[in-house]
């Protein structure tokens, strides 16, 4: 049911007990608040709503109209109809989703040099050469990329639906890009006859592509004209769970359910009982009774789990995300007057609040 603006009513006293609940302290809560009531003051104001990754700080997510998964939000914001300006407290791709889905809608970026390693792992031409070279393919995406990279592609999928995109798309080979991680757990999921590759990285001269059935690595040359790849296209997050880190953890924590994002290295992934995004992770929760839960994904995680499945405990070795963490409960409280946004189509080291290509500013 769409969300009407006019009937949305902020309870300060729940708000401040969800805070104490998430273990935030009395001298926290008394910074926390007022940036808060400040955001809202902005946002009724405006005829805002801001939307929240999961990955972002609690205050953030609790404040939020929407706090979830990039697909989710995207979706919430498109169907909140009367809203003018779309506040998106994620990373940039993310809000590039949120224009795209709302291309009438003021998309505004708090933090617009929010970015990701993924994404910044690939770009269109990468694509072109990819299928310059395997022609008949068809290649898949992953939403974690640039709207840039999604224009180049055949299909653009999630975690949630990247299993059925690529095994029932047509074409041969089905490329999956990027990143190679994710792309490896999905296709080890996968079990028919069809060829599928995973671009895994620039090296050199050349794309290194991987095929996963044949366990060897195919490198295509680049032409000279090829801009360089930005990164290797992992996650700086999921990556840096280690199995000595798990083994550890469950040792320590007698933990009895273990829970990892799909971007995690593969060997990680074998070592969990369920491998899903983070609105999965949150459900497949509630079907199974496990007391201690180990969630291997971006710290932030905890405060949508805690406070869905208060009786139980969920641990991690708390990694952050250095992009989502450029935005801040003091940059909400900044969202300018119109006159003085600035209207820009690519991350680039702002200093906050820009508006998506295509916004009317
Ligand atoms: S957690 Fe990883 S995939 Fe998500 S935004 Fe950060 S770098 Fe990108």
Known sequence: MPLTLTDRKTDWNEIEERLYDLDYSGDE?????????????????????????????????????????????????????????IVSSTVHFMAEMVKILSPDKKVLCPAPDASCSIAEGMNGATVRRIREAFPGCSIVGYINSTAEVKAELDATCTSANARTVASRIEGEPVILIPDHY?????????????????????????????????????????????????????????????????????????????????????????????????????????????????????????????????DRKFVTSCKLCPYMKK???????????????????????GRGFETLAGADV
């Not at 972002?56 to 989710?72: T, W, Y």
């Not at 040359?221 to 992992?234: A, C, H, I, Q, V």
């Not at 700086?236 to 829970?259: N, W």
């Not at 003085?340 to 680039?348: D, M």
């Open 182 to 310: 994710f792309a490896e757990n999905i296709l080890s999921q996968i079990h028919d006859d069809r060829r599928y590759l995973v671009y895994r990285r620039h090296e050199g001269d050349d794309l290194i592509m991987f095929d996963p059935k044949a366990g060897e690595e195919i490198p295509i040359p680049l032409e000279d004209s090829e801009p360089p790849m930005l990164n290797k296209g992992t996650c700086v997050v999921h990556e840096e769970f280690t199995p000595a880190e798990v083994t550890r953890l469950k040792e320590q924590e007698g933990v009895e359910l273990v829970l990892a994002h799909p971007e995690v290295n593969p060997e990680i992934a074998k070592m969990a009982d369920m491998v899903g995004g983070t609105s999965k992770m949150i459900d497949y929760v509630k079907g199974v009774p496990a007391q201690k839960i180990l969630y291997l994904t971006e710290c932030d995680l905890a405060a949508p789990l805690r406070e869905a499945y208060p």
């Open 29 to 85: 809560v008394a910074i926390i608040l007022p940036k808060l009531q400040r955001f809202d003051e902005l946002r009724q104001e405006k005829n805002a709503i801001l939307l929240a990754h999961y990955y972002q700080i609690a205050p953030i997510q609790i404040i939020a109209d929407h706090a979830g998964d990039s697909l989710a939000l995207a979706m919430a914001a498109r169907d909140t109809g009367d809203a003018e300006i």
């Open 327 to 349: 935005n801040s409960l003091d940059l909400l409280g900044r969202m300018p007057r119109s006159g003085a946004l600035r209207n820009r189509g690519r991350p680039s080291g």
